[in-house]
């Protein structure tokens, strides 16, 4: 059998440019359902508890167990498994994939059992390393909601594997949907238990619970689709096979370099945890609306190059990857760069849509808006970084991006704690604006990474970039279509009814679209293309 590093001829032809624009759009298509649910989910959870001392303790535990599963889950798996895996299908070595498959999910599975044991034993010493601010009551709930979560992310942990299995046969749209489930019995667990006169510590044990039981759908909702593409699948602990041995060295790296870079997050919400009430879970809603855009765009992107970069064949790797970064690159530029001007500029509007409703208040919204302009400074260069790191990890080099997200972690824990505990001193504002500090801290931190993974690569592929001129056009007809949807909002004041908020951001969203097929944007014309295809 063949060693995947060695690069033999691949049987099966990688997909075209217009496929890997298809296959993003499922990848999109999935990650917006499941991250409307979200959006559900978190608009339900600020009715039921604003920005309460309660809302700051499920805020963190929520982040503590969830660590498992970034650091095991979709990132890691994408940059080590999906590429040996993707190049034995592309081969046509099912036999040989089943067993890769299966060697991987017995090691998941073991490594992440033990994991969640000392997770839940060690619950408070886990809450008081990652929210050394807490105390008392808001401690003592913490601890109780960080051992009900870890199992749940060991069960979310093995979904990954089945995203990764599902993303290798080009099944994105089912792999990207499951979340749903995992939001929807946290919205029932919510609105069952959340009636009047309801103590907010039980509902928080309750919804913690309830993602227990989401995450057990999500992983149960994939398997048969797992189950029937796999057919040799052979469940083992034998890391002796080539392949196998394949994915565990770059398993190490990847896993290392995603693990520096959720440290960075983690270490955001220890400082928050010093800031005053709200700022935790103030910070987790902000990181909910600015993530959208990363996961809509960038993990779409990046999810649907990463299988054909890696089945590319090793003669013509460099131009394959080159090529399908120039084709990436301006697609993921379309749409982040109108959500990262929304995010600066009309921030307010997205959480007030979002967010306000029972004890979320429209101060509460602009509290958020801050923090969100703080996350519009490296939407850009987050995004751009994730395709840029998918072409070196299809090429099997982890330590590159790992060198350089050490890079970046460094910048965001100094950057961030001067941002965050020193300049609002500095400059004479409240505390609690320390949180937009961390945001924007980690953004100038994104930038200085992606400016690395895009040297480097140049060098190993030659250079693919974004053109100047296209970005300039793209922030050009975002400003113009924040302006005037400002001139229009002055009409009808800073605190506008739900349904006008929602057209103020519609009329963005119409008046960038169409001041980029008046400048001439190709992806502005190829949505309208896209959209005309499928009504025909």
């Not at 969203?509 to 009504?535: K, Q």
Request: charged share 15%; hydrophobic share 55%.
């Amino acid at each position: 059998m063949s060693d995947p590093t060695t690069e033999p001829p691949v049987v099966a032809a990688p997909p075209t440019k217009d496929q890997g624009g298809t296959h993003a759009v499922l990848v999109g298509t999935g990650i917006l359902l499941s991250r409307i649910s979200g959006l559900v989910r978190q608009r339900v959870f600020a009715h039921y508890f604003g920005l309460a001392a309660e809302a700051d303790a499920f805020s963190a535990a929520f982040r503590i167990p969830n660590l498992l599963q970034n650091l095991f889950g979709e990132g890691v798996l994408s940059g080590s498994f999906i590429p040996v895996y993707a190049r034995l299908v592309a081969r046509g070595e099912d036999e040989e994939a089943g067993r890769v498959a299966g060697a991987v999910a017995a090691v998941l599975a073991l490594v992440v059992s033990a994991i969640v044991l000392v997770g839940v034993l060690a619950a408070p010493l886990l809450t008081d390393l990652l929210a050394a601010g807490f105390e008392g009551p808001k401690r003592d709930l913490t601890v109780r909601i960080v051992r009900i979560l870890f199992p749940g992310a060991g069960l979310l942990v093995l979904s990954a594997w089945c995203l990764g299995v599902l993303n290798s046969h080009r099944r994105f749209l089912l792999s990207y949907t499951a979340p749903v489930l995992w939001n929807a019995a946290m919205i029932v667990a919510l609105v069952w238990r959340g009636g009047q006169g309801v103590r907010l510590d039980r509902l928080a044990i309750a919804l913690a619970w309830a993602s227990v039981v989401g995450s057990a759908l999500q992983l149960l909702v994939q398997l048969p689709g797992v189950l029937a593409l796999v057919r040799h699948l052979r469940l083992s602990l034998d890391w002796s096979r080539p392949t196998v041995r394949a994915v565990t060295r770059a398993f190490g790296g990847v896993f290392i370099g995603r693990g520096v870079v959720q440290i960075s997050a983690y270490v955001d919400a220890l400082i928050a945890s010093f800031l005053p009430t709200g700022a935790v879970t103030a910070l987790t809603n902000a990181q909910t609306l600015s993530l959208l855009p990363v996961s809509l765009f960038g993990v779409a992107v990046s999810a649907a190059e990463l299988p054909a970069m890696a089945a590319a064949h090793e003669n013509d790797r460099a131009g394959v990857l080159r090529r399908r970064l120039e084709a990436g690159l301006p697609r993921l530029a379309f749409f982040v760069v109108p959500s990262a001007v929304a995010l600066l500029l009309l921030g307010d509007l997205l959480a007030l849509i979002v967010f306000r409703t029972g004890r979320f208040t429209d101060a509460d919204a602009r509290y958020v808006w801050g923090i969100l302009a703080g996350s519009a400074v490296g939407l850009l260069a987050a995004t751009m970084g994730r395709l840029y790191a998918s072409a070196f990890y299809a090429r099997g080099d982890t330590r590159t991006p790992l060198r350089f997200a050490l890079v970046r972690v460094a910048l965001t824990v100094l950057l961030g704690w001067f941002a965050a505990m020193v300049l609002p001193g500095m400059l004479g504002v409240h505390p609690r604006w320390g949180a937009a500090g961390l945001t924007a801290s980690a953004g100038v931190a994104a930038w200085m990474e992606y400016a690395l993974l895009r040297r480097s690569s140049a060098r190993d592929i030659g250079d693919a970039r974004l053109p100047a001129g296209r970005l300039a056009r793209l922030y050009a007809a975002a400003t113009i279509a924040a302006g005037v949807t400002w001139l229009v909002r002055s009409r009808v004041g800073t605190s506008p009814p739900l349904a006008v908020a929602v057209a103020l951001v519609a009329l963005y969203c119409a008046l960038y679209g169409a001041a980029t097929l008046a400048m001439r944007v190709p992806e502005a014309r190829a949505v309208i293309n896209r959209v005309a295809r499928r009504r025909v």
